[in-house]
């Protein structure tokens, strides 16, 4: 395969495992693996991708809300969440926009998710369908700001 469709790479935080997983699975041409970047380095390598996707850990509910997933929105990329069905990114996702949940349990959900995106990427229009602006609004200097100080007077 000289041109693959899909090429996905992985910035640090290489193991063992992932490096057998992928020679055992045959996904060299597929998966590329980079060195840890600087924070910026690691934007600028999002920016350039089509999709970005953040992996969050197997559990019954998705508690945390990581700050790559609002650097991804401020990016304007979309977002390939592999989460759990219930928690902070699915609502997130299902009530702004910005991308899609694949089930973390579930590998056919994480394809089913993948051609959906990838059928959006073949029609030119994957940013449009997945935009983040109304979702990054959310996450904007003046509104966080505006909670805090909300958040600090009903304390004081």
Same mark, same amino acid.
């Given at each position: =395969? #000289? ?8 910035i ?7 490096? +057998?997983?992928?020679?055992?699975? +045959? ?19 999002? *920016?350039? *991708?089509?999709? *970005? ?11 945390f ?10 990016l304007?990329?979309p977002?390939m ?7 902070t990114?699915?609502?997130? #996702? ?5 991308? =899609?949940? *694949?089930? +973390? ?19 030119? +229009? ?12 959310q996450?904007?200097e003046p509104?966080?700001? $505006?909670?805090?100080?909300? #958040?600090f007077? $009903?304390? #004081?």
């Amino acid at each position: =395969m #000289l041109f693959p469709i899909l090429i996905v790479k992985i910035i640090g935080g290489q193991t063992c495992e992932l490096y +057998n997983a992928i020679s055992e699975c +045959n996904l060299q041409e597929i998966v590329q693996l980079y060195p840890p970047r600087s924070y910026l380095g690691s934007l600028s390598e999002v *920016a350039s *991708a089509d999709v *970005a996707v953040l992996i969050e850990a197997p559990c019954e509910e998705g508690i945390f809300l990581p700050s790559k997933f609002v650097d991804y929105l401020r990016l304007g990329v979309p977002i390939m969440a592999v989460s759990p069905k219930e928690g902070t990114i699915n609502d997130v #996702l299902k009530r702004s926009g910005g991308g =899609m949940i *694949a089930d +973390n349990r579930s590998a056919q959900s994480v394809a089913e998710t993948l051609e959906v995106l990838w059928t959006y990427w073949k029609k030119g +229009n994957l940013k449009e369908e997945f935009s983040s602006d109304r979702t990054v609004a959310q996450y904007s200097e003046p509104k966080v700001l $505006s909670l805090y100080e909300n #958040l600090f007077e $009903s304390i #004081l």
